[in-house]
Nanobody
Framework: QVQLVESGGGLVQAGESLRLSCAASGRFFSTYVMGWFRQAPGNEHEFVAGITWNGDNTYYTDSVKGRFTISRDNAKNTVYLQMNILKPEDTAVYFC????????????????????WGQGTQVTVSS
């Protein structure tokens, strides 16, 4: 079992940056693929970024490539999402999620393939 707690959301202006953190508990965190998803009002969960267990492989949705960076520190049981050049369309609740396939080399992009979820953190970008 893994518990996930996101932090770092807030209200910023377009062009500014935020760094989200996701603190995990549970002994197997370091073996899981981790992902960030977001959900805007009225929309489904959207995959944003993912990272393999050792950080060797990352994957991003097209709309955030070049602006967002996912990383992890397994010693701290934490995954991060650095968001730069934020746009109003990035406004959403951001969730971190864990895919419990230990040592997987591939990153899945649909919400149903992630078994553990945090409660979410709100990111609002004003124009």
């Amino acid at each position: 079992q893994v518990q996930l707690v996101e932090s770092g959301g807030g209200l910023v202006q377009a062009g500014e940056s935020l760094r989200l953190s996701c603190a995990a508990s549970g002994r197997f965190f370091s073996t899981y693929v981790m992902g960030w998803f977001r959900q805007a009002p009225g929309n489904e969960h959207e995959f944003v970024a993912g990272i393999t267990w050792n950080g060797d492989n990352t994957y991003y949705t097209d709309s955030v490539k070049g602006r967002f960076t996912i990383s992890r520190d397994n010693a701290k049981n934490t995954v991060y999402l650095q968001m730069n050049i934020l746009k109003p369309e990035d406004t959403a609740v951001y969730f971190c999620a864990a895919d419990r396939r230990s040592w997987a080399r591939t990153i899945r992009t649909t919400r149903y393939e992630y078994q553990y979820w945090g409660q979410g953190t709100q990111v609002t970008v004003s124009s």
